[in-house]
């Protein structure tokens, strides 16, 4: 059984920092290109960024470029989500996700974060 279970998430004030953990089971974690997703209230969901499985590569959205770096541990099975200079319009409950896709039939609970002061 697939599992993604992602914490890290909270409340920040503006030009702050959280990370991110995206805890995989129960496929070969390994062998998986990996994403975050974002979404907030009443707008869709927005890709932040992926890595390639062996983590060599990532892209990101213009809107996180900079500021939001991913990384994995392939030994931990766990990827990350390091966030810096924190604004409110990243305010958003993040999502990982199996795959770089939204539709992925692997995708985590979510977790809340939100940036105000």
């Known amino acids: 059984q697939v599992r993604l279970v992602e914490s890290g998430g909270g409340l920040v004030k503006p030009g702050g920092s959280l990370e991110l953990s995206c805890a995989a089971s129960?496929?070969?974690?390994?062998?998986?290109?990996m994403s975050w997703f974002r979404q907030s209230p009443g707008k869709k969901h927005e890709m932040v960024g992926y890595?390639?499985?062996?983590?060599?590569?990532?892209a990101y959205s213009d809107s996180v470029q900079g500021r939001f770096t991913i990384s994995r541990d392939n030994a931990r099975n766990t990827l990350f989500l390091q966030m810096n200079s924190l604004t409110p319009e990243d305010t958003a409950v993040y999502y990982c996700?199996?795959?770089?896709?939204?539709?992925?039939?692997?995708r985590g609970q979510g977790t809340q974060v939100t940036v105000s002061s």
């Open positions: 996700i199996a795959g770089i896709a939204w539709e992925s039939p692997y």
């Open positions: 890595i390639t499985s062996t983590g060599m590569e990532t």
């Open positions: 129960g496929f070969t974690f390994d062998s998986a290109s």
